[in-house]
Structure formats: C-alpha cells, structure tokens
C-alpha cells in the first residue's frame, strides 16, 4: 500500500478553519466574569472618556493670561478633590486642584506643586512660565463617542475588561464556550490515582494527554466533559461517541490515529458519520485525524471530530497547531495566529528533516535558545524544560548563530 501523502500544517489548518463555522449561542457574563471570553458583538462606547477636562497632576489650576498683570503672584482660592463637580476659577486666582479633580471653568493649565513657590498661606508664584493646556487630560482623549473600542471576535483580558468597565460596561455579550467531549484511547493507559506507581503493571503507563488536553481545551475557553478512556471494545466505542455527538459540538481523543492500528474509534467514527485520516508534514505529529459524528437524533446536527496522535508531545504540538485554532474558530475568535520572533539559536541542528520540525527549546541567559537533548515524541519533560518551539522549515538545519522563528508557549497556551 502507498503511504498517504503528506499534508502541510498550513493545508491541514485552512481545511479545518473551513469547518469551524461559529456557534451561534451567546450569553451575557458580568465583565468580572468575562476574562477569556470572545465577544459576540462590538462593544461601542456611549461616553467620552475622560468625561470632563481633568489634572493630570496634583497641583495649581490657573487661567495663564492672569500672569500678567500680578508679577506672577497669584491668591489660591478654590480648592478641587476628585470627585468634586466642576467649577468656576474666579478671576486672578488659581485653584488647588487633584490629580483627577475636574479642572475648573477658566482655567488653561495645572502646575505640579513641585513647580510652585509657596509665597504665603494663600498666595503662590511659579517656578517656570506654564504653557497652555499643560497637565489637563481633555475631555475625550482617551475614548471618543460612539467609537469602537473592542470588535466582536475579540478574546476578552485583563485589560479589555478595565476598558470596557471604563465606559459603564457591567455585562458583556459574550460567545457559548464549545461544547467539548474528551476522550484518551489506548488499552495502556491508567489513570493516576487508580494504581501506586511502583505498582503500575508491566507495559502499561500513565494517561498524561488527558490532563494536559482538558486543561488547555479550558485556556481555550472551551466547556470539556472529560469522558475518559473509551473501553477497547466496539459496540461500548460506537455508544460512547454517538452519545458524545448528541450534546457536544466537538469530540477530541488522543491515540489510535496511526495507520494501521488496530484501534475502534476511526471505525466508529466512520460508521457514525465521516473520517479523513491525514499525515501531517510536521515533526513530531504527523498522524491526525478530522471527521465528524452525526447526532442520530436530530440529523441536522453533528459534531466535529478530531484524533490526536497520542504520543504525548504529538499530541501537544497537533493540538496548539490545530485545535487551538479550530476551537477559537468555533467562538468566532479573530486574529487566531500567534506570532513567531526572530530569536538566535545558540545550537546546531545539523541534520535537515523533509517534514516542518517544532523543536523544544528554552531561552538563555545570553539571550539565544538552547535545545532540549531529546526531541523524541514522547518526551514530554522537553516541553516542560522549554519555553517554547522552534518552527523550523522542512529541509532546513540550524547552525549556531542562526535566527530561527520561534513561538513561545506562554502564547500558545493562552
Ligand atoms: P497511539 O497514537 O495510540 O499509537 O499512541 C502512541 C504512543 O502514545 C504510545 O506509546 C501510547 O502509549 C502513547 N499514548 C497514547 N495515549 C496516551 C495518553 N493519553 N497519555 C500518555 N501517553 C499516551
Ligand atoms: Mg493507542
């Protein structure tokens, strides 16, 4: 039998974003609540931000054109805190003001108090000539009305939900999580917990992909059922995955997605609906597996499927490559890529492989990237050790001195 062909990642990804048509539930969440959120719809300011000329400094407001005729002494009348409402400088006289407090009406600059001679109890000069305008945030510099501030699509932070709180914004409209069903595969695989380690049986392992899988699924904003195992048997795989497929929108194992093993998930998911099982161009990852799952009780519905491979870093790599895109997607998340740098590579990597390599690899102090020793797919330390990948073209090697792509995990995984 011909080996399948090999498949681009960058192919691999434009076929699955082609699938990942957003979901339509929206639901409103405090903006307290919203951190990692995707927004449903634009968020509009309604008020200008800052609303009212304010000082930017705790200090003197004062109308320049008073200097003039007062040697540049001037009475300290009025007295502003923030929070106070505006009002009126009287003539010839400035105003102690707050940073914050609204800069009363006449007035055309603030002096920081550090710029002041105190002459008396209530009279001050100037150290330097103010100039007009200086040290008051206008009105609407920061937000105008009527401005788009966040578009929908946009993945809500720490800081979009500051801003939106800045225009009065309580709740925001935000997308569904996807619904997702995880399942690990492999008659190996032994749940922490369930058997000491020194116990653990000959041949068997520890299920790893499982925890790390529902956890970046959640960074993802994704809400997981965490199924478990599916039971190495064919009528318990086609129950477990067509019930999966009636309240999820996306069914993701890990394993048995290698050519030619004998597994029950790709028959079942075939006889459930479709599957395309693909040989990615990529090391480590190269088997991997899209399909779906057709809801047998509404056959307008279906969920997606996806198969990892189940070599722990395989599977990491396919997933940050592949489903993080394809789940945010799903959320109708924009600006999806994460952007590689241009770092030094302070390593060789002298033999070229045909497939696009993801390297583990970590920052070090001189500011260039070791390599991990072991680039094995099953080597899941390496990834932990690292702080990111390097993405190295097919056919290419690395010498030391090089600038090499990299991607930094803290972004991969967020
Ligand atoms: P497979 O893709 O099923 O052929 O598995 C490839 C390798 O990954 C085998 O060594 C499996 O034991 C291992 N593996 C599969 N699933 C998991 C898992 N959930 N956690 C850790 N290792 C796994
Ligand atoms: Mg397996």
Redo the contacts with the bound molecule.
Sequence with gaps: MNPSPLLSLDEALKRLLEKAIPLADTHVVSTFEADGCVLAQDLVSDLQVPAFDNSAMDGYALRTADLNSNQGILKVGLRILAGHAPTTLPPEEVARIFTGAPVPIGADAVVMQEDVFVVDDSHISFKTAPVTGQCIRRKGEDIDKNTVLLSKGTRLGPVSLGLAASIGVANLKVMSPPRVALFS????LIMPGDVEPHLLPPGAIFNSNRFFLRSLLERCGCQVSDMGNVPDDPEKTLLALSGAALDHDLILTS??V?VG?A?FVKPAVQSLGELQLWSLSIKPGKPFAYGHVNNRTDPSKRAHFIGLP?NPVSSLVTFLMLVRPFVLSLQGCTGLAVRPTQIRADFAWPRADKRREFLRVKFNTKGGLDLFPNQSSGVLTSAVWGDGLVDNSPGTTISPGDMVNFLSFTDLMS
């Design positions: 595969t492999g008659d190996e394993g048995g290698s093993e597994d189940g």
